[in-house]
């Protein structure tokens, strides 16, 4: 009776159905299945966040709408939490817009300067987000493929001129979903000059910031001129294991962010007071459920990569992030489906990431160390047979 419109129509079906519905047939059965699909941190919210958040939503003041870029002193937090962990100065009052996740404001932001025909440069694989919003606001993506032998960095002396020229926005994200690579220096700083010289904004989502094992990421507004041409967008999902509270932040350029405010404005209103107000408590309280979340990723990690190293598995290490995303020789889809019947076990087809994803899998870390290592058993049976 109703017909979707021409954008909804233009949404890729969801790539994994046939695999989600033979992991659900699996759990009715009753089988013990291990799933390192979903990237949602298995860890609680620390409970000094939970406790600040108990109070809130006890006062009534936080009760009405919130409207707005954010609540002053939520924004103030953020600001501090900057300078204090990347000497970086954001001004709280002017670079800072408080999202319903950053997932909203990542959706929602090519809205904001994405007219029909406009291109957005977009990474591949990566988060789809990044594709689908501009979609839904009229542009088109060009891939830039992350390969492996250039430390899933784009090369953005390839992209064709008329591309160039047609492009309003680059989307980055590092530490990287789903390789676990970083960005240096050297490559931002082209990336920056990139951006200037063609008048294209670059969207940095930075999600996996605080996710990082030998060294820190670095931030973008570290390199210079970069807030000239830059939002970020920032998350307390997986720092403070809190992806379902819905709050994050984009930062950056001023008139990015009072661009992206308004296109909000019109869409919702804001994030929950309350939860803004467990938001700076969970920036500015105590900091060691992070360094201890740090240290219980990167334990998983070197478990992983030791079990499947012994496997035979090729992979760049991951710096960051939770996930693993390890290298096969066989059709990524046909792999996940068998290692799914054979050991019970669920991962991420790397094609559904892109095609450049193809001849690899994704494995989200987000299950604890005595799982991690019934899966490496199980493996090791289904490659002995
Ligand atoms: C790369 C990347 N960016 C952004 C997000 C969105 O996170 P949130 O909306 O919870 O802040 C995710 C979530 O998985 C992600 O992987």
Redesign the pocket.
Known sequence: MFEISERLKKIPPYLFVEIDKKKKKLLEKGEDVIDFGV?DPDMPTPSNIIEAMKKAVENPKFHRYPFGKGTKEFRKAISDFYKKNYDVKIDPDEEICVLI????G?SHFPLCFINPGDVSLVPEPG?P?YSIGTLIAGGESYFLPLKEENDFLPDLGKIPDEIVRKAKILYL?YPN?PTGSFANKDFLKDVINFCKKNKIILAY?A??SEIYFEEKPVNIFSIEGAKEVTIE?N?L?KTYNM?GWRI?WACGNSFLISSLAKIKENIDSGTFEAIQFAGIEALTGSQDSVAKMREIYKKRRDLFADGIKKLGFEFSLPKGTFYFWVKIKENSIKFVDFLLENGKIVATPGVGFGPSGEGYVRFSLTINESKIKEAIERMKKIWAK
Do not use: L
């Open positions: 990237g996740g950053s997932k909203e990542i988060y987000v994200n979903n989502d999600a996996y967008f998350s999902s992806t994050g």
